[in-house]
């Protein structure tokens, strides 16, 4: 049975728990928000891209870019988003699954030989991705790029898949990561990002928004040039919403450990007035058994 000595002590050790728990909650929704209000500002440059990408799909021009050549899939370069610091609940596990799960679609879409690049952004994800024993897995940790990489680091980092697709090294290029809905919603997602396709811009409903331009120099050449910004802003989206994402699971994951810290807490105290009215209890009948004597 506990003393009364060893339940405030433990109750001591819960209480700052909470506290604990309570500040990094607080740390991890500012983080958030930040991340929220940096995708923000993203979105609209993303969308104007697409914009005039519709309109130079409805323009009656054929257009050709290396960037949309499809060829045979032999091999498949798969960018992975997780974290670098832990304590975000099951954010990792949940990516880490759909990975497995893609994986094996590969193997079935494309047949057993076919090999498969991994590029794992985040600490966390590198660790669990190394552990893989894959017949035809690779993996491959690129110095500077974490889950933090922003401005010129994402653009190094595109620009190296962009030339491993334009040089043949790999035939396809997709990325996983968790989109960000809300604090308590996030959605893994899988999106080919190479080689571009024009059913990604049909799907979002972009050229039935579109009017007729002209176009100088010419439809073309205005096309291979905005579409390694179309890329670009791709993949400035996805590191945001990474980051937004593993908060808002940081957020959720403080929140549930600070609930259990609480009612942990009232039962420790609800135990400790107990055994502290049992002790006073007992030390009257003592006194009253003394006296009678």
Request: charged share 20%.
């Amino acid at each position: 049975m506990s003393t009364l000595r060893e339940l405030k002590g433990r109750i001591g050790s819960v209480a700052s728990s909470e506290k604990i728990t309570g500040a990094m909650k607080m740390i991890s929704s500012a983080k958030m928000h930040k991340a929220e209000q940096a995708l923000r500002r993203l979105q609209p440059y993303r969308r104007q891209v697409e914009h005039i990408i519709g309109n130079l799909l409805t323009a009656d021009t054929e257009f050709h870019s290396p960037l949309t050549e499809s060829r045979e899939v032999r091999h498949i370069s798969v960018v992975v988003f997780g974290s670098d610091d832990g304590l975000c609940g099951a954010y990792n596990i949940n990516i880490f699954k759909v990975l497995l799960s893609q994986i094996a679609s590969y193997n079935n879409a494309y047949g057993q030989d076919v090999a498969i690049d991994v590029y794992p952004i985040g600490k966390k994800m590198t660790k669990a991705v190394k552990k893989l024993s894959i017949s035809g897995l690779n993996v491959y940790q690129l110095e500077g790029v974490d889950s933090k990489t922003t401005g010129d680091g994402v653009k190094v980092f595109m620009e190296y898949l962009t030339s491993e697709f334009l040089y043949g090294k790999t035939d396809k290029v997709d990325i996983l990561y968790m989109n960000f809905q809300s604090v308590s919603r996030q959605r893994p997602v899988t999106e080919q990002l190479l080689p571009v396709s024009s059913s990604t811009f049909v799907a979002e409903g972009v050229k039935s928004q579109c009017r007729p331009y002209i176009f100088e120099p010419d439809a073309s050449a205005v096309f291979n040039a905005i579409l390694p910004m179309f890329l670009m802003s791709v993949m400035q989206d996805v590191f945001t919403e990474n980051r937004a994402s593993e908060q808002a699971a940081r957020v959720m994951a403080m929140q549930s450990a600070n609930d259990n810290a609480h009612k942990l807490l009232d039962q420790l105290r609800l135990e400790f007035n107990k055994l502290r009215q049992q002790s006073i209890t007992t030390e009257l009948l003592d006194i009253l058994g003394g006296q009678i004597r």
